[in-house]
C-alpha cells in the first residue's frame, strides 16, 4: 500500500514550458486535490475532484488544467509555466473514515520555473 | 468563506511545552485537525477533534477548542528537536464538500536544545 505517490519529485521549466505532474492513490478514495504551497501562504487549493469524472476549481486555477483519469489518477498540467507557478506541489486524497474526513498527502513536486 | 488563521514562527527550548495556535471564522464548522510537516515532506495528519468536544488528549498532545471564540490550540509536552516541523490547523467547514478542507499557513516550530 503505497497511499499517495507524485511524479516527478523535482521538476525545473523554462518560461512557456509545459508539463504534467501526476498523482495516484491506491487507497480507493473518491476525493483528491491539488494544493501549492509557498512561503508564508500555507497550502492553497488548486483543483480538486469530489469523485471520478468530476473536477472543481479551488482558490487559485488560472494557468492550470487538470484530468481525473480514474479513481486512482490525478493530473495537473501546467500549460505555459510562468515564473509565479515555481511553488511546492501537493497531491493530497481524503478516505471517509466512521468518525471523520482524513486527507492523505504525496511528497510534493518542487517546481522551478525560470 | 471559511478562514483560517496562524502564527507564523514558534521557537522553543527542548523539554518545554510548546502551544500553536489558530482561529478560525466558521462557527459551525464540524471537524478541526492538526497536521505537521517534516522539512522536505508532506502533511500527516496528527490528530483531531469534533466540535462538540473541549480537548483532546493524545499521549504528548493535547488538543484545546473553544468554539464561543472560535480558537484551537495543540500543546506539545516535553518537545524535543525532532518535533521541529511546520503544524498546520485545518478546519471541515459547515458546507462541507466532499471532505474539502480550510488550511492555516503553518506555524514553523523550532526547537532548540
Known amino acids: 500500500n503505497a497511499g499517495v505517490t507524485q511524479t516527478p519529485k523535482f521538476q525545473v521549466l523554462k518560461t512557456g514550458q509545459s508539463m504534467t505532474l501526476q498523482c495516484a492513490q491506491d487507497m480507493n478514495h473518491n476525493s483528491m486535490y491539488w494544493y501549492r504551497q509557498d512561503p508564508g501562504m500555507g497550502l492553497r487549493l488548486i483543483y480538486y475532484s469530489a469523485s471520478e469524472g468530476t473536477t472543481d476549481k479551488g482558490e487559485v486555477p488560472n494557468g492550470y488544467n487538470v484530468s481525473r483519469l480514474n479513481k486512482r489518477e490525478f493530473s495537473l498540467r501546467l500549460e505555459s509555466a510562468a515564473p509565479s507557478q515555481t511553488s511546492v506541489y501537493f497531491c493530497a486524497s481524503t478516505a471517509l473514515t466512521y468518525y471523520t474526513y482524513e486527507q492523505y498527502f504525496g511528497p510534493g513536486t518542487r517546481l522551478t520555473v525560470t | 468563506g471559511e478562514d483560517v488563521e496562524q502564527s507564523l514562527f514558534l521557537s522553543v527550548r527542548e523539554g518545554d511545552s510548546s502551544v500553536i495556535n489558530c482561529t478560525y471564522t466558521?462557527?459551525?464548522?464540524?471537524?478541526l485537525y492538526w497536521y505537521k510537516q517534516e522539512p522536505g515532506a508532506g502533511l500527516q495528519l496528527l490528530t483531531y477533534?469534533?466540535?462538540?468536544?473541549d480537548m483532546k488528549q493524545d499521549q504528548r498532545l493535547t488538543v484545546l477548542l473553544n468554539k464561543k471564540d472560535k480558537h484551537l490550540s495543540l500543546r506539545i509536552a516535553d518537545t524535543q528537536t525532532g518535533d521541529s516541523a511546520i503544524y498546520f490547523c485545518a478546519v471541515l467547514p459547515s458546507d462541507n464538500q466532499g471532505g474539502k478542507l480550510i488550511f492555516g499557513q503553518g506555524t514553523e516550530l523550532s526547537v532548540k536544545p
Open positions: 466558521d462557527s459551525s464548522s464540524t471537524y
Open positions: 477533534i469534533f466540535s462538540n468536544m
